[in-house]
């Protein structure tokens, strides 16, 4: 079994910044992908940002969040990040956390909840 555990979300008005953590534990493999996903109301969740499982690090974001979001892992510490910039109210959702190891061990945590408004 693997936890996941985000932090960091809250309030925030159009322009400003959040950074979201996401602990990592229990049986994780050595390398493994993590991703970021969000699901605004009345709307199915999507991906946000996804690093993948290499030591390269390489890094996918939505078209909507290119150049405003930067996702971030710090492997020692088996914490993922979300630094975002320049927030917008339809940034406004709930972000997962996510780490897919296969496809029948497919984890999420409960998800922090951001806002962004005025």
């Known amino acids: 079994q693997v936890q996941l555990v985000e932090s960091g979300g809250g309030l925030v008005q159009p322009g400003g910044s959040l950074t979201l953590s996401c602990v990592a534990s229990?049986?994780?493999?050595?390398?493994?992908?993590m991703g970021w996903y969000r699901q605004a109301p009345e709307k199915t969740r999507e991906l946000v940002a996804y690093?993948?499982?290499?030591?390269?690090?390489?890094?996918t974001y939505a078209d909507s969040v290119k150049d405003r979001f930067t996702i971030l892992r710090d492997h020692a510490k088996n914490t993922l990040y979300l630094v975002m910039n320049n927030l917008k109210p339809d940034d406004t959702a709930v972000y997962y956390c996510?780490?897919?190891?296969?496809?029948?061990?497919?984890?999420w945590g409960a998800g922090t909840m951001v806002t962004v408004s005025s």
């Open positions: 690093i993948a499982a290499n030591h390269n690090n390489q890094k």
């Open positions: 996510n780490v897919p190891l296969t496809r029948a061990q497919d984890y």
């Open positions: 229990g049986a994780l493999p050595s390398v493994y992908p």
